[in-house]
């Protein structure tokens, strides 16, 4: 039930958490084999690259939250897509 109110975040593994006495640190990445391009709607699973991102979140019991991201950069396969690559 709780995964299915969070089903936006199946592609998404969490690897560590630290908590701090001032911060709670995420690290997380992107589990994703595949993604459709935004520009054209194919779906592409060549893989051009990683990335990190990092997000703040609301404070979690008084503690700031950190959460980096290791995303994926994909290439798009179709020149008329209007895009090379996308996340």
């Known amino acids: 039930m709780l995964w299915t ?4 975040l199946k592609s998404v593994a969490v690897e560590e ?9 995420v690290a997380a990445r992107v589990v994703s084999r595949e993604a459709p ?4 709607g194919c779906t592409s699973s060549r893989i051009h ?8 979140d609301l404070a979690v019991a008084g503690r ?17 897509g209007g895009r090379r ?3």
């Open 17 to 25: 958490i630290t908590v701090e006495e001032i911060t709670v640190a």
């Open 64 to 80: 700031k939250v950190v959460i980096e991201i290791l995303g994926r950069r994909f290439l798009c396969g179709t020149p008329e």
């Open 49 to 56: 690259g990683r990335y990190h991102r990092p997000l703040a």
């Open 37 to 40: 391009c935004p520009g054209c």
């Open 5 to 8: 109110a969070f089903s936006h």
């Open 85 to 87: 690559t996308f996340v």
